[in-house]
């Protein structure tokens, strides 16, 4: 691999880490970038997926203090989590690469658009969390199962494609959770860690062959940076700047996609 391309998947990995700990959709900086350098997508998306488990880890690391107080919930989103994520890998491993080679360009048209209205979801959450005066020591058993299975279901989504599926997080937990948006977020970093984990596993132990392990290092050396920085100094960075670069970045994979 010529240094130029390790350099741009380095890179590509420190923004995907710091962006998954601010807000979300990593994968797509990291992806394309595989994609546009002749990657096929099936092992741009696994290989993706194991590289950014550095960053999940570094983030969850770096929003540790928001995380407290919340495990009485999360022992419920975590297993949905897990099993939701097996799901979705398996679909990813079992479905035709075929398949995968077409829904992928709808998926990261979705996810696109979930960049751009993530503002408002996240407007949203914030909303109902301040309007909100319980603790979550007082969610009911319906919010509770309700949290669990749209858990689940985002995490369906992340095992067979990982990208925004932060900024479906962050729209559930907003929805049910009377928390504040920094909290909601820790718990995002740390579920979609779990996920990226379980598909990481599933890939690594079903499809080795199919994945490229010069890519998931680079990936994990710029991604564990990057989390790191984005969960420490990642509120001081501009939203906006963040997803316009997303967006730049996620057509041009888009567009390598549709014209290979």
């Known amino acids: 691999m010529p240094v130029t391309q390790m350099v741009l998947i380095i890179l590509a990995g420190v923004g995907a880490g710091a962006i998954n ?17 002749g990657f096929a997508p099936l092992t741009a998306t696994i290989s ?3 590289g950014l488990v550095a960053g999940g880890l570094s983030g969850t ?26 799901l979705g890998a398996y679909l990813l491993l079992h479905l035709p690469e075929s398949v995968f080679n077409r829904v992928v360009p709808v998926l990261l048209v979705l996810a696109l658009v979930l960049v751009v209205v993530g503002p408002k979801i996240q407007a949203i959450a914030q909303r109902h969390a301040e309007q909100a005066g319980r603790s979550v020591a007082q ?4 919010r509770t199962v309700a949290l669990t299975l749209g858990t689940f279901a ?15 997080l962050i729209g559930v937990m907003g929805v049910l959770l009377p928390e504040s948006m920094q909290r909601m977020n820790a718990a995002k ?10 598909a990481a596993l599933a890939y690594i132990t ?48 888009l567009y390598r996609l549709l014209t290979v």
Do not use: C, K
């Open 61 to 86: 690391l770096a929003y540790r203090r928001e995380l407290r107080g919340q495990w009485g919930r999360l022992r419920w989103q975590v297993p949905g989590s897990l099993l939701g994520a097996l």
């Open 48 to 50: 993706n997926s194991i």
């Open 206 to 253: 079903t499809a080795f062959d199919r994945i490229s392990w010069p890519a998931v290092g680079l990936i994990a050396i710029g991604s564990l940076i990057g989390g790191y920085l984005g969960g420490h100094y990642g509120r001081r960075l501009s939203p906006n700047a963040l997803r316009a670069m997303i967006l730049v970045v996620g057509l041009i994979g």
């Open 139 to 142: 969610l009911s058993r319906r």
């Open 154 to 168: 985002v995490a369906v989504y992340g095992g067979y494609f990982s990208a925004a599926q932060g900024i479906l």
């Open 189 to 198: 970093v740390l579920l979609t860690t779990v996920v990226n984990v379980v």
């Open 21 to 37: 700990a601010v807000v979300g959709s990593g994968t797509l900086v990291t992806f394309p970038t595989l994609v546009t350098l």
